[in-house]
């Protein structure tokens, strides 16, 4: 079992969360002008990269959508932003994970060195 914070609620159980996509993935557009090459790709190639990544996640008990900066690798979280901040940059309400801190969030910044249990 994981925890992850919602920037809204809190720490929360891993299974009250959906994976919304990942952060900043452009639809193509207008939509009469793509080819259906550039929509598949869209819809089903994704990057899947090894460490740090920034996703869409949803928190299904409040509703609220977020973005969740992760480690692929070793499952910890960052940071979570509301997406009503301007550009989701500004720190927002880090929920400790597993008995860390989470610092004020600097883009690019690591927050905290333990890692999180699996
Ligand atoms: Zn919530």
Known sequence: MQIFPC????????????????????????ADAVSPEDWSRFLHLHPNPRGAVREIWRHDTC??????????????????????????????A?????????????PGVETGTSEAGL
């Open 7 to 30: 920037p809204f609620c809190g720490s929360r159980d891993e299974t009250e969360f959906t994976f919304g996509g990942e952060a900043g993935k452009v639809r193509p557009a207008p």
């Open 63 to 92: 509703g609220e959508f977020f973005l969740m900066e992760r480690d692929t690798l070793t499952h910890r979280v960052s940071a979570t932003h509301s997406l009503r901040e301007e550009g989701a940059q500004a720190s927002s």
């Open 94 to 106: 880090s929920v400790p994970h597993q008995g860390e801190s989470f610092g004020t969030l600097t």
